[in-house]
């Protein structure tokens, strides 16, 4: 599971591979988390969440938009991400977590929120392909 | 007649600075750029002509969807983006003002001359930066309960005002007194209220920050002594918005209307463009917790000014009333407002979208506040931490070109992931400081880099069009002393 940060004029953009939807999903968060923090600190709890939606692609916004409310609540930048994805009849979930670093431990920056803008939620050959854009 | 073509989009050239994409296809209105040769050439070079193509397909757009010179890409609709739509048969769109709604900035004039602070830059700035809360989690001025937050919504800088952080003559020189009348905060979530509770008062991050300037130019002298404005004064812009109850409250609508209003999101090219149709239950939620959103916005940036009161009152030993601390202006960069322009010779009231596009209202329009009525409304332009900025005043082209409005900025002109492998944020800062007197403190040397000057267009540029426009007039000229970034 990776990501990279992708060029855009305003904005910051996430592209990310999983072997599974979870980790995909969990790569999309880890870019997030770049985009808001250079160098992470080993310090900060983990923390546990579910999310669920009546698509793939709108659990994928409503959790990156979970974890950006978590991260004001809470006051930590969320870090480290693991995830599931699951389907039931009529919605999907995913099952996350996060370390919560103190903000006081890094030099982090803000994203305003996840947004649907050229948004890709693909399965490839190879497992799963994301590209999310972020309002900064 | 002049043509430009980028990509598959072919602009026609109407007259000096409008070009022209004319409406074809799916469309519902032409598309309009105002903008130079040049500046048109820097937009053309990202997805900003696509999405404002885009922009033309929301039901009941009203003349042009248009964009303004400083316009650049952004997600769903263009960032110096203005598109007018029919407040009853047509939608309002909570991607086109944006996530961070009421974004916008204020201007607060002093007494005090850029002689009087030569020598205290490194004092003032430091202060500054202790005293006002910037930066992820940095806090707020105030923590709110959930009254105090209802209030807020409710009230705007009305409740600024009974908690003793404004006064009355502060609201007599923000937009709509600081407070909307249409907020209701029953419509916005418990998720967003509870972002914004330790958030009031507080710059962020990005691109936000608090700059004082001196006055370096004055263009029309009348317009600027009815303004307060003259040479060499020093005065303060602070650039922030609703933090992330705004945010919030955004998001929150986009999923609603993907959930309740999907045969109107299908028939829109790009998801971020979600609208609800004008008159439904969801239109009317949404626009009454935009403008609690709105309110929420003028607290915090009034609160932030309260605190640069305190400050400047300590770094110079004087009471800030001595100094005449005053309240210029407030004006909204993310925002739709229910507003009546004449189209075809006929009043119609429309929902005016401006995202990153400041409302630009000549002299005679009833919004207008009573000290501006005569001369026109103030528009401040910032333009990036190593370049001047604007004060213009409405134009009277603006209300036939642009529904009253006009540019926000110098518009970004690079990613922030390209400033941060171009710039040094040390190094930036150095430069300014060294060679421009220009003193800068941020939370992190890559927000100085991702905001460095060079990734900015040319606000000169800018403002030359909307002034040579008519949009937007300019009044005066202010360059950088100091500045805070979160």
């Known amino acids: 599971m990776c990501y990279t940060l992708r060029e855009h004029t305003a904005d910051v953009a996430v592209e990310a591979h999983g072997s599974t939807l979870g980790n995909v999903f969990a790569a999309v968060a880890d870019g997030l988390t770049a985009a808001m923090c250079d160098e992470l600190a080993e310090t900060g709890d983990r923390f546990s969440f579910s999310v669920r939606a009546e698509s793939r692609e709108a659990l994928l916004f409503d959790y990156l938009d979970q974890l950006i409310y978590e991260r004001d609540v809470r006051g930590v930048l969320p870090a480290a991400h693991e995830a599931t994805v699951r389907q039931t009849d009529d919605e999907w979930i995913v099952d996350a977590s996060a370390r919560g670093i103190p903000f006081a431990d890094v030099d982090a920056r803000d994203v305003k929120a996840v947004t649907y803008s050229e948004m890709r939620l693909e399965e490839t050959g190879n497992g799963w392909e994301a590209y999310v854009v972020f309002d900064v | ?486």
């Not at chain 2, 974004?103 to 002689?115: A, I, P, Q, W």
């Not at chain 2, 609603?256 to 979600?274: F, N, S, V, W, Y």
């Not at chain 2, 001595?322 to 075809?344: F, G, S």
């Not at chain 2, 002034?467 to 360059?479: M, W, Y």
């Open chain 2, 1 to 486: 007649m002049t043509t430009r073509e980028f990509g598959d989009i072919e602009l026609r050239r109407v007259r000096e600075h409008v070009w022209e994409i004319p409406q074809e296809g799916e469309m519902n209105a032409p598309a309009r750029v105002l903008a130079s040769e040049a500046l048109l050439e820097q937009i053309g070079q990202d997805k900003t002509l696509e999405q404002l193509r885009n922009a033309t397909h929301l039901p009941g757009i009203t003349n042009h969807a248009i964009c303004m010179p400083d316009g650049h890409q952004g997600y769903g609709f263009p960032v110096g983006g203005v598109g007018a739509t029919d407040a009853t048969d047509g939608c309002i769109s909570p991607g086109a003002v944006g996530y961070d709604i009421n974004c916008g900035v204020r201007m607060m004039t002093t007494n005090l001359t850029y002689e009087d602070l030569k020598g205290k830059e490194a004092e003032l700035v430091d202060a500054l930066f202790e005293a006002i809360p910037s930066g992820l989690g940095g806090g707020g001025v105030v923590t709110g309960d959930a009254e105090t937050i209802d209030d807020i919504l409710a009230r705007g800088m009305e409740w600024a005002l009974d908690a003793g952080y404004a006064t009355e003559d502060d609201l007599a020189h923000c937009e709509d007194e600081g407070s909307r009348d249409d907020a209701r905060p029953e419509y916005v979530s418990q998720k967003a209220k509870d972002r914004g509770r330790n958030q009031i008062g507080s710059l962020g991050s990005g691109n936000h920050f608090l700059e004082v300037q001196r006055v370096t130019d004055v263009y029309r002298e009348d317009v600027a002594e009815s303004f307060g404005l003259e040479a060499d004064q020093i005065v303060v812009l602070i650039h922030c918005g609703s933090r992330g109850l705004g945010h919030q409250t955004c998001t929150d609508y986009l999923r609603r209307i993907e959930k309740e209003h999907a045969d109107l999101l299908e028939e829109l090219p790009d998801k971020e463009l979600a609208a609800a149709p004008a008159r439904s239950q969801l239109a009317e939620e949404y626009y009454g917790a935009m403008c609690a959103a709105i309110n929420f916005a003028w607290v915090n940036r009034q609160l932030v000014m309260h605190r640069t009161r305190e400050v400047f009152a300590d770094v110079f030993d004087r009471d800030w009333r001595d100094m005449e601390m005053r309240l210029l202006y407030d004006v909204a960069h993310n925002i739709a407002k229910k507003e009546v322009h004449t189209v075809d010779g006929e009043d119609r009231e429309l929902y005016v979208h401006r995202k990153g596009a400041t409302r630009a209202f000549p002299a005679g329009r009833p919004e207008l506040p009573p000290a501006y009525a005569d001369v026109g409304q103030p528009v401040i332009i910032p333009g990036s931490m190593g370049a001047g900025s604007y004060i213009l005043r409405g134009g009277e082209s603006s209300l036939d070109l642009t529904f009253g409005s006009t540019a926000h900025g110098a518009g970004r002109l690079m990613s922030r992931t390209q400033a941060k492998q171009e710039y040094w944020g040390e190094t930036v800062q150095e430069e300014l400081r060294e060679q421009q007197k220009i003193f800068v403190k941020a939370q992190s040397g890559a927000t100085v880099a991702e905001e460095a000057p060079g990734v900015y267009k040319d606000v000169d540029e800018v403002v030359r069009v909307s002034d040579e426009l008519g949009i937007g007039d300019k009044v005066v000229r202010t360059f950088p002393v100091c500045n805070i970034k979160g």
